[in-house]
């Protein structure tokens, strides 16, 4: 049995018996309540006072029995009380250092700071594409809903190195900055770039200025919330079936659709081809809606005669297994 239902179960069984033995001591010895209660208390702990008046020959038979089960029941609610606290400590134990061994071993990951509902939101949607992450958090309540929620969590301060050591950061292959405070998230793209020079760092922004900052700071990306959720409002009144689609094709729930993006490995399949030769649509499945070319120009809507070179990453739409099949081509 679990010890929180062993508890539950004796503390249960512990009040009952009390509860019958101020009853009982009220109808015999016809005592008021608080002594009865007072009485069944001292009996069953065995602390040795005396009775609170003379027992009747009735009282004395009925406090043989009660003492018997009575004693038994508090003993065992004692120990469930005890394997309950030790348990949980050891499970807590157990569970930081099987946490910690984790967070030591794991890489290619990202780190998200701050788990308010951004940092939640973000984790959400990494969890569900079982992307490996690590949240720091400094706050020991949201720690908690962090650790409930299946998340690897280092507890500290994101503007610290150390505490960013301690998350891998060296290891980490992206980090996002989503606390509350913009001179935070300054702060922490400026330390994260400096610990690891190639990580991506995408940061929470809540003006023109503090984007400007941020980039300047070294994150890669910096994103408004507001803005974001502002112009998703406006499209889901204006272009309502767009924004489902969009939707769906980036969250892949509901529909077996995805929008990906894939680079192109050297030596790959794809490498200095063009997309008329590749012939994706026909062979794949896929469509290809953009080219990120490695010189940072975006093809839209590319040509048929459109090269692709190692180093450019495709934006494709398509189902979920053809576009396994398109990272198969673009990565060997």
């Known amino acids: 049995m679990e010890p929180d239902k062993k508890l539950k179960i004796a503390l249960g069984t512990l009040i009952i018996v009390i509860g019958i033995g101020t009853l009982g001591y009220s109808l015999i010895e016809r005592w008021d309540i608080l002594t009865s209660l007072y009485m069944s208390v001292i009996t069953i702990s065995t602390v040795g006072f005396k009775e609170a008046y003379p027992l009747s020959v009735t009282g004395k038979v009925f406090t043989i029995f009660f003492v018997i089960f009575g004693v038994g029941t508090t003993l ?16 807590s134990i157990l569970g930081r250092r099987k946490m910690s061994k984790r967070i030591q071993e794991i890489k290619d990951h990202y780190i998200i700071c701050g788990y308010g509902k951004v940092g939640q939101e973000i984790y959400n949607e990494f969890s569900s594409r ?22 690897l969590v280092v507890q500290g301060d994101s503007t610290e190195d150390s505490v960013l050591e301690e998350a891998g950061i060296k290891r980490a292959r992206g980090l996002i900055s989503a606390v509350a405070s913009e001179a935070d998230n300054v702060f922490i793209s400026l330390s994260a770039r400096v ?12 003006t023109r ?5 941020l980039l300047r700071a070294g994150a890669n990306k910096a994103v408004s919330p507001h803005s974001l959720g502002g112009t998703r409002m406006a499209l889901a009144a204006l272009r309502p079936h767009l ?7 980036t969250s892949g729930e509901g529909a077996d659709i995805r929008i990906e993006e894939l680079e192109i490995k ?5 490498s200095n081809t063009s997309l008329r030769e590749c012939e994706l649509r026909q062979k794949v499945g896929v469509i290809v809606l953009a080219i990120h070319k490695k010189d940072g120009q975006m093809l839209s809507a590319p040509s048929p005669d459109s090269k692709l070179e190692p180093g450019d990453i495709l934006i494709a739409i ?5 576009l396994e099949k398109l990272e198969n081509l673009a990565s060997s």
């Open 76 to 91: 065992y609610a004692v120990g469930a009380g005890a394997q309950f606290m030790l348990e949980g400590q050891l499970r």
């Open 130 to 151: 079982k992307i490996p992450c690590i949240v720091v958090e400094k706050e020991p309540e949201m720690v908690e809903e962090a650790i409930k929620d299946g998340a």
């Open 195 to 206: 610990l690891n020079p190639n990580i991506i760092i995408v940061a929470r922004a809540e």
């Open 209 to 213: 200025e503090a984007e400007r900052k």
């Open 243 to 249: 924004v489902d689609f969009m939707q769906v094709a």
């Open 266 to 270: 050297d030596g790959s399949f794809l």
């Open 318 to 322: 398509g189902k979920t297994e053809d």
